[in-house]
């Protein structure tokens, strides 16, 4: 579908978009955080609280057979969705936090050895840092941090520079697109470099599943984890590929009813359900599984290279104006990276508009953005800059949108900044 | 006396640009906070000495946005050479008024420049972290820890 001849459509999908926010009509730029809904997608969680109803995997009446169905059926979407080789490679979790935690855990418990080494950026989420920080340091296995360009970019070249120079490492684990600067990194090459050396490759593709079409298995990944709710669909929701061998061979972190087939009462008689059940204890979000398949099919039918391709489009029409109206007013930090996220900070006569002022300011002009590290705060010192201003721009801001976050920038002051408070 | 919003703006704008006591000291007789947990963003930390039940000083440094820096600024002028009971009623007080709740504006002097912010919820965390590392040292002083 051509989103520019057909935003004000796409618009009315969004019903979010008819509200208010300080008084101006909603001009959302915070996608990143978290996306907007369409109809399909709230329509496909009230239809399971209105219609389906009953648990997952658990009945034997005709409701339950249903809710089984729809749930199954949701994997297999999301199995096509990132192109997966099989269904049973797809595990639901809460998002990509705990996707990124239960492959951090099992890996530190079952696949590696005290010497061993994890390797990412400082560019990375905390989420992609934090889990192998903490249960690397507890078994002696070291976090370390790969070269970057001066821009903050993973290169192929440094990729391999990095991994000669630490010869232990045993896990790679990057984002597909940094939340930050939205880089796309090269996961395809860096992929096939981690099989050929057995490093195990990680993807946090939280970034990436809802801009630009993913596939699991060009990318040689052993795992990918991503949220519903930033590709427009339900909180609460997200997936976990593992390559199934892998899946299969390993120990869930979590327990209880619903992953166990058999269990008595000595140690290791604990039969567990088939891969990837085996994963999934206690009662699934179900609505959220469902909407979140039904946003894979709206994504789909859009088609993801649109959407990629729309994002750089708006992206551009900011840039360009940027380089004619803002040139002495906004630091960009990021005018190369190839997606919908712009990352800056506004100057008043060379004094820095604090972040957080800035987006208090924006707010009352009904522009969401967010400020601060984005969760990144390793990413501070290659920026240089106590937090930034992000925009990010989906497929339902329309050229509007942008233009009303120029004029506000043109605007803006410190003083300004404060008028919101009186 | 209805007071010109300009007039507490440029209150605001002044002790951010130029902001009283923001130069962190190594006496050791100081009590001293680190508040980077409380926000993202703004990182700053507070320094307090008491002597005899007094507020004899208050120092910070960080980075932050203008409401945290002009809000610690003025409650390090505003604190000073008070009793820890006095300033324990002006901290009251200005949580209060943060809240958007009854408070006696004659005992906050300048700080009545943030009662604004009670319209900006979401910047009352900056409006408090000074006031809150305060707080703390405060309560250490009184459980004598």
Redesign the interface.
């Known amino acids: 579908m051509n989103i520019r001849e057909n935003i004000e459509t796409i618009r009315q999908d969004f019903p979010i978009l008819e509200r208010e926010m300080s008084g101006h009509p909603v001009d959302y730029l915070d996608s990143c955080a978290t996306t907007l809904k369409p109809h399909a997608v709230i329509d496909e969680v009230v239809r399971y609280y209105t219609y389906l109803g009953s648990n997952a995997h658990r009945g034997d009446y005709e409701m339950s057979a249903q809710v089984d169905y729809a749930f199954e059926g949701a994997r297999k979407t999301m199995m096509e969705f990132i192109h997966a080789s099989r269904k049973e490679e797809i595990v639901f979790t809460s998002g990509t936090t705990e996707g990124l935690n239960m492959v951090a855990l099992m890996a530190i418990d079952q696949l590696l050895e005290k010497g061993d080494a994890i390797m990412t950026a400082e560019t990375e989420h905390a989420s992609s840092i934090l889990p192998w920080q903490y249960y690397g340091c507890k078994k002696g296995i070291a976090t370390c941090y790969m070269h970057l360009t001066d821009e903050g970019r993973i290169t192929l070249d440094n990729f391999k520079k990095s991994l000669d120079e630490n010869p232990n490492t045993k896990v790679v684990m990057v984002a597909q697109v940094s939340n930050v600067l939205g880089y796309q990194v090269p996961v395809e090459e860096m992929g096939a470099i981690c099989k050929e050396r057995g490093i195990l490759f990680v993807v946090d593709g939280a970034q990436a599943v809802a801009h630009t079409p993913v596939d699991v298995q060009k990318m040689n990944c052993d795992f990918y984890c991503f949220s519903g709710h930033k590709m427009c669909g339900p909180t609460g929701i997200g997936v976990l590929y593992g390559r199934f061998e892998l899946l299969d061979k390993l120990t869930p972190v979590y327990f209880g009813g619903e992953s166990n087939a058999r269990y008595y009462k000595d140690c290791d008689t604990l039969i567990l359900r088939r891969t990837p059940l085996k994963y999934e204890s206690g009662t699934q979000p179900i609505e959220a599984a469902l909407g979140m398949a039904a946003a894979a099919r709206y994504l789909k039918k859009i088609g993801l290279e649109n959407i990629h391709e729309y994002e750089l489009f708006l992206k551009r029409h900011f840039l360009e104006r940027a380089e004619k109206e803002l040139k002495d007013k906004v630091k960009l930090y990021n005018a190369t990276s190839e997606s919908g996220i712009i990352t800056f900070n506004v100057y008043d006569n060379g004094?820095l508009i604090?972040?957080?002022?800035m987006a208090?300011f924006l707010s009352s002009k009904g522009i969401a953005v967010r400020?601060?590290?984005h969760?990144a705060k390793l990413m501070g010192d290659i920026i240089d800059a106590?937090?930034t201003v992000r925009a990010s721009l989906y497929l339902y801001n329309s050229l509007e949108d942008v233009d009303r976050l120029v004029d506000a920038l043109k605007e803006a002051t410190?003083?300004k900044?404060?008028?919101?408070?009186? | 006396m209805p007071i010109d919003p300009s007039y507490f703006r440029d209150i605001i704008m002044d002790n951010y640009s130029y902001p009283h006591n923001k130069e962190l000291t190594e006496d050791e007789s100081y009590r001293s906070r680190h508040m980077a947990s409380d926000s993202c963003i703004d990182d700053i930390t507070v320094q307090a000495k008491f002597k005899d039940g007094k507020v004899e000083d208050i120092r910070f440094d960080g980075k932050a946005c203008t409401i945290s820096t002009a809000s610690t600024s003025i409650l390090s002028e505003l604190l000073r050479g008070k009793t820890i009971e006095e300033a324990q009623n002006i901290i009251d007080n200005y949580n209060h008024m943060i809240h958007g709740e009854p408070f006696d504006e004659d005992v906050l002097e300048e700080a009545v420049v943030f009662e604004g912010v009670a319209k900006q919820p979401n910047r009352i965390g900056c409006a408090t972290i000074g006031w809150r590392a305060v707080q703390e040292m405060i309560d250490d002083e009184e459980a004598g820890k």
Do not use: A, H, N, T
């Open positions: 004094q604090f972040p957080q002022d208090s400020s601060g590290q969760c106590p937090g410190v003083e900044c404060l008028d919101i408070f009186f």
